[in-house]
Structures are given as C-alpha cells and as structure tokens.
C-alpha cells in the first residue's frame, strides 16, 4: 500500500499539486489540488537564488513524458495504474507490485541520482536557513513564525536529484506518445 501511495504523491508532485502535511490523507483528497492551510504562515521574500539553467529539448513537457514512456517499457507502471484493482486480492496486486517496483527502481537508478532534498535522520532536531527554504527544498508546518534559522524536527528528508540523465529520443518518433499501440497483423 505504502508503493501506491508513493506513487500518488509522485504523480501529484510531478503536475504541480501540493501534497498534504499527512500524505497518507492523499487518498482521501479530491482531486483538485487542496486549499492552503491556515498554519502555514508565508515567509518574507527571500534573497534570490540563481536558478540553473534550463535546456528545453522539443514539445514542452516531452521530458516528462519520456521519463513516463520509460517507466511503462520497464515496469508497465502505466498499465498498472489505469488498471481498476479493487476486484483484485491483495494477494494479486503485491505479485504485480513486485515487477512494477523492479523495473521502475531500475530506470529511476539509470535516469536520476536521488538524494534526501534535507540531510538528517527522521525525528531528528534539525535547523533551517532561509536558502533551503527558498529553493523549494523545504517545507516548513505547524507554528511558523519569525525569520530563518528554524529549528524544528525533520519529519520526512524529502527528494531531490542531481543527475537527470535521459536517452536521446528516437528520431521521428512523436515526443508525446508514451507507449505504442501494439497491432498483430495475421
């Protein structure tokens, strides 16, 4: 259960969606993105950080769909998620999860380099500056209040990468198409 809700978030994430404080209350979300909440107070402008470069390569999004088409070829994730699975067992959907999870964890390992987006242990002390929060790298909850270094406890590190590696697209090929249509010809 706890892979399904991993990859809402991620999907959530990826489209712009904020997540809730509690992200196992996401299945209990509709499905626009929620209100923001009363106690999360917003923070003085930060200094700005120097953004990195952005090299745009075809079709807006074709990154993010390329990234999508190789995690359909490799662990049919996709398929996995349009599929309705509530008549399923838990039994025949964990058998499933398991090449899903195999073949996604193996393009994640060859596409990105992950990392925690905050170092430090879960329910760990821990004190913020500003930077981090400014670069979207931290999330501040509960009592917000005052200017930067917080002190807090780190409830979940978070994501982040440093090397996004993806193949050359295919010459030709529409950048937008995630998987082809299969048709058996007799």
Same mark, same amino acid.
């Given at each position: 259960m706890r892979f399904?809700? =991993?990859i809402k978030c991620f999907f /959530?994430?990826? !489209? +712009? *969606?904020?997540? #809730?404080? &509690? #992200? /196992? %209350?996401?299945?209990? $979300?509709? =499905? @626009?993105?929620a209100p923001a909440q009363a106690a999360v107070k917003e923070l003085p402008a930060p200094a700005p950080v120097p953004a990195a470069p952005v090299v745009k390569q075809g079709p807006e999004g074709a990154a993010a769909v390329q990234l999508l088409a190789l995690l359909q070829r490799? +662990? /049919? $994730?996709? &398929? !996995? %998620?349009e599929e309705p699975i509530d008549s399923f067992t838990d039994a025949q959907i964990g058998g499933a999860v398991r090449s899903i999870h195999k073949g996604c964890k193996k393009v994640l390992d060859q596409v990105l380099v992950l990392g925690? @987006?905050?170092? +430090? =242990?879960? *329910? @760990?002390?821990?004190?913020v500056a500003a930077a981090p929060i400014a670069r979207g790298a931290v999330k501040l909850v509960g009592n917000v209040a005052g200017a930067a270094p917080f002190k807090g406890v780190l409830r979940h #590190? +978070?994501?982040?990468?440093t090397r996004i590696e993806l193949p050359a697209a295919a010459t030709g090929q529409d950048p937008l198409v995630i998987a082809p249509a299969e048709v058996e010809l007799s």
């Open positions: 399904l809700l =991993a /959530r994430v990826w !489209f +712009g *969606n904020k997540l #809730p404080d &509690d #992200p /196992r %209350l996401l299945p209990l $979300l509709p =499905a @626009a993105p490799e +662990g /049919r $994730l996709l &398929d !996995f %998620l925690p @987006a905050l170092a +430090g =242990a879960e *329910n @760990a002390a821990v004190e #590190p +978070g994501w982040a990468t």
